[in-house]
């Protein structure tokens, strides 16, 4: 019994604060005009690095909105936020090594496997 | 009673600096990520495990695609729909991100309602998320059945690197089945909130618990990641 009131009480304190309809509203529109973008990145034939960076910014940003806002992580205790969004970092170090890996595949491939079909 | 003032007294005191709350939340007894629910903390570790899974995926993507010598195929033709007499790059992409995006638009709203105990609203929503994820779903299956019939195999595929075939059966189908999970996690709970188990303390069939309304929150949850996957693969696969 304690254990529930102590729950609803939680609950209630958390849960006191909770964002307008309106801010999911203006997000929803956001993540709709940056897709669109990421399309028209594609449909315009940018290429090379305005393309790549281009897709890396809206992806970014697409991202941030959809964790920070639609999953509440703005509202999170730090302790939560930094478990979870900083392990996904290590990813970088896997990127590096694979990057590194490709080329060298890429390179020997050239060098003694590519002949002239 | 004395033991949770002193727990309340240590949350209020770590409220003032960022990184004095960091400290004393992971050096404090009995458990670490205060005011947050062992479901919802759970969820986020599962989704964590699944942010490396996907990261591997598309990882062993870009390590195929840079060390190939064949040239990989173009995802803008590859992905192109044949529609008002001509072809349109990436449209069915396109309208599946929209259509992703939207649902997890209502399935925020979904989350907000629950808290206000607007049953009506909630099971609406949820539902109006699972139909556009099972849309998804659709046009996914559609994409798979045109490629399919044009000869993509995950070893060989007629316009350039057979690794291209193999990536994208397993990224998107990966992702398609998370979806497809998604939408059915989505009707269970739907059916809870509109049958009104969060009020009347319910005991769930398989835990022999009753749940609350966060349940919603941690359903959105694995809905907004499933959103979030998508925005990545969009972005590595089919716009790079």
Excluded at chain 2, 62 to 85: C, D, I, K, Y
Aim: hydrophobic fraction near 55%.
């Amino acid at each position: 019994m304690a254990q529930a009131n102590d729950h609803s009480a939680r609950a209630a304190h958390d849960h006191g604060h909770q964002p307008p309809i309106r801010l999911y509203l203006v997000v929803w529109a956001w993540l709709f005009v940056l897709s669109t973008f990421s399309y028209l990145v594609d449909y315009l034939q940018f290429q090379g690095y305005l393309r790549w960076g281009l897709i890396l910014l809206f992806m970014l940003l697409k991202a941030g909105l959809i964790i920070a806002i639609f999953m509440h992580m703005a509202w999170e205790r730090l302790s939560l936020i930094y478990a979870i969004l900083l392990p996904p970092a290590v990813v970088f170090v896997f990127l590096g090594i694979m990057i590194f890996e490709s080329n060298y595949t890429l390179f020997t491939r050239l060098a003694f496997f590519a002949t002239a079909p | 009673m004395a033991r949770s003032d002193i727990a309340d007294a240590t949350v209020a005191d770590s409220r003032p600096t960022r990184w004095r709350s960091i400290v004393t939340d992971w050096a404090s007894d009995q458990r670490t990520f205060k005011q947050v629910s062992w479901g919802k903390a759970m969820m986020w570790i599962f989704l964590l495990s699944d942010t490396f899974i996907f990261s591997c995926f598309l990882l062993s993507y870009m390590t195929v695609r840079m060390s190939t010598t064949v040239p990989w195929p173009e995802p803008s033709q590859v992905f192109a729909l044949h529609l008002f007499g001509r072809n349109i790059p990436l449209i069915l992409i396109a309208i599946m991100t929209f259509v992703l995006i939207t649902s997890s638009g209502t399935m925020a709203m979904a989350v907000n309602f629950a808290y206000r105990r607007d049953r009506r609203k909630t099971a609406i929503l949820m539902l109006v998320t699972a139909l556009l994820g099972a849309a998804f779903v659709g046009m996914q299956a559609f994409e798979w059945t045109k490629l399919i019939e044009e000869g993509v195999r995950p070893w060989e595929n007629p316009w350039g690197a057979p690794q291209f075939g193999s990536t994208f059966f397993m990224i998107t189908g990966f992702h398609g089945t998370h979806v497809t999970f998604g939408v059915i996690f989505l009707l269970i709970v739907a059916r809870k909130v509109w049958r009104g188990d969060f009020d009347t303390g319910r005991r769930g069939y398989f835990t022999s618990r009753s749940g609350n309304y966060e349940t919603v929150e941690i359903t959105g949850l694995y809905w907004h990641f499933v959103d979030l996957v998508w925005v990545f693969i969009f972005a590595f696969f089919y716009l790079w």
